[in-house]
Structure formats: C-alpha cells, structure tokens
C-alpha cells in the first residue's frame, strides 16, 4: 500500500535546494580538509600518491588506500566531487535527493576505482549522447554521473593492456566514451527488469555493457592487467571523522527544519522504490537527519562484522548516506543487509572476506523490497544478493565498480514475481 508523502511548499522546496548546494559545497571541503590533515600537508606525499593512484589499473578491488595512500586517497575524492559538483552546476539542474546520492556515491568510489582522469571518458560519453539526441545534457546528468561506475574501463585500456602512448590516451579517451553513451539508453530498459526495487539501476545496466566488453576481450585473447588491493586497517583513523560528519548533518538536519520530526517519521513509512526523492517529498530538513543517521548506522555495522576502514569500506558507507536522501532510511535497508550477513556466516564466504563486506554494506539497494514487501522479503534478498555477487563479477571482469548493483538488479528481478505471486496468494487465502 503507497504511503502518503509529504511534500513541502514550492518556496520551502527552492530554499532546499540552495541549502543542498551549500550542504555539497561543504562536504568537498571536508573531504578535501581530510585529505590534507591526514598527509600533514606534505605537497609531495599528496601529488605522489595521486599520480600512483591515476596510473593504476582499477578494476575491481584497487583499494586508494593501499596503492596511494589514505591522504591522496581522499584527495582523489574530494577532486572527483568538485568535478561533480561543477557540472552539475553548469547544467543547471535541481539539486535534490538523485543529485546528492549520485555526487556522495562518487565520492564513495573514488576512494577504490574512479579518479580525477579516468571519470572523463564516460562523462564526455554522456554529453555526447545528450547532442546526438538533441537534449540538454541536464536531462542525463544523473546518468553521467552514475555511470562512471565504467571508469577502470578508460584505466585499463590507457594503462593495462600495454598500448604505447599516447594511442593508450586515444583508445582510452574512445572506449569511455563509447560505454558512457551506450549507457543512458541501456539503463532506461534495464528499470523495467527490476521496476525500481534495485537503487542502483545505473550499476544493474553497467554490468550488461561491461559483460558485453569482458566478452569481447575475451574473444580476442586479450587478458586484463587485473591485480587486488586491499588495506587491513582499523577504525581510528576515520571513524572519528566520519561520524563527526554524521552528528553534523543530523544538527543541520534539526536547524534547517524545526519540525523535521513529523517529516522523518512519514520518510520512513516509504517503501524507497525508485525514483523516491527524499528532498522534494520529506524537505531537507528530515533527508539531512536520514542521510546522518544512516551513516552512523552503517559505520556501526562496520564494526559489528570486523570490517576494515579501508576506501571501499568507507566508499560504501558515503553510498549508504548518499541514497539515504534516495531511497534508503532504517527500516527498509537494515533487512538486506542483516539477511546478506547472515548469508555470509551461514556460507563457506564468511564475514572476513572483502566481496562479504562489501555485500553486506550494498545489500542495501535492495531496500525498496523490504520497504514494500516486509522485513522477511529483505532479508531473503539480502541472502540471495550475498551469493550472487560473489560471481557474477567474472561476468564483467571488475570492470563494473557497482558490482553489487549488477547482483541487485539481477536479486530484485529473480525475487519480484515471487513476492508479488506470494502476496496475491496471501489476499486470495484470507
């Protein structure tokens, strides 16, 4: 049954979304700010770790963290925001719930996959397919932004495959950008497969396309550089400064909405389904606290499964609080991720693994079920997200940094007429 939404008043809604580019604003600052501290503001150590982590093959799992370091690692993200942040200014476009997810899930995956170089092929991609459909590129903003989940693609080519330069540039430079403009069409259809239950839809399409190159590459026996990187490091660094970001949007939260209280007790009665822009139906007010309280809840999870506070970990904490202002609040997220863990200790896979821990955090795409179909439905799609995203990575290679919103994608679709059969079921019996 739909819920009822809230919906602040126009005037309310403009001031939202000034407060939100504001809000962005800061959160590149923090990011950049931490990346400087953490370095001692060492020039060389910075700028030497960055040009390590831009040559590095990326696909997955090339952990920032290991390669360059924590500093340049963040640096790198603060880098990859402020690009986000500039297009989308320049685009002109409401910046709302979709826009703050897609700028903090890549901040996220810019600390193990996308960097200040490789972003670009896809970007420019996307613009292309906006001219070639005579659409301004605003209308495919998101997906430009979403879809430099097909940035190691562009590594791979320019640094990988042992290429001389500067054709590696060229090649690169054409295969991004082929990917970027295949991908705006490709993720329209893939929706309907999953009608909205997997968040990360732009993953779902990602993982076609890269199947498709995985496949071609292997045809013509050309082998990815590949390699695995991985920090085993404990909560200290970070974990104080994430969750102090956290506390801070969860006060701005409170200050931007007095009565934010009646606002997030209406969020979290929606199920999530796409497209659920928390801003536009909630205010900024209560996404603020959401987008506050998921982050320290999944920095709580964290540590409940004795994960490492390494990029992709954190990577996918900053997702987590990114959807929290597009889909995901408390209640619908906590099932998929509690069933992907009970999953992983059932299984021969096992909480330690990084693929486990990773699973655990991105089972949460799969909120929207839980949130229409009840706690049990997200747990069981949590179970099946576990298993399945621990193979189909070999489908696309790892060049596909949404992973688990391939599985997601591939879990919601399986699940969905079974769910819907089970519900139909269950008004016929009574």
Known sequence: MATRQYEPPPSSFDDDTRRSRAALAWFFVALFSFGLATTLFSHSALLGGLGTIIISPDILINDYVSIGGLGPAFLNSSLCVFVAIVLVRQANITVSGPVIAAIFTIAGFSLFGKNIANIWPGLLGAWLYARASHRPFGENILVALFGTALAPLASEVAFGLGIPAPWNVAVALAAGALAGFLLAPVARHVLDFHQGYNLYNIGFAAGFIGTIIMSMLKAFGVPLSGGFHWAELGPLQTLPCLAALFLAMIIAGIITEPRWFEAYRR?????????????????????????????LLA??????????????????????????????????????????????????????????????LFASTLAPLAGEYGPAAGLAAGA???????????????????????????????????????????RHEV
């Open 299 to 360: 920095s709580l999870i964290v540590l409940l499964i004795g994960g490492s506070w390494n990029g992709p970990v954190i990577g996918g904490i900053l997702t987590i609080t990114g959807f929290a202002a597009f889909g995901k609040h408390p209640r619908n997220a906590v099932p998929p991720m509690a069933g992907a863990a009970a999953m992983a200790i059932l299984s021969r896979y096992g909480l330690g693994s990084p693929a486990s821990q990773l699973a655990v």
């Open 384 to 426: 099946v997200h576990l298993v399945l995203v621990q193979v189909v990575g070999g489908l696309h290679g790892g060049l596909n940094l949404y992973n688990n919103g391939f599985a997601g994608g591939l879990t919601a679709g399986l699940l969905l007429p079974v769910l819907e059969w089970l519900r139909q079921w269950r």
């Open 267 to 295: 969020l979290l009665e929606s199920p999530g389904r796409l497209v659920s822009d928390f801003v536009r139906y909630y205010g900024l007010g209560a996404t603020l606290v959401n987008m506050g309280v998921m982050g």
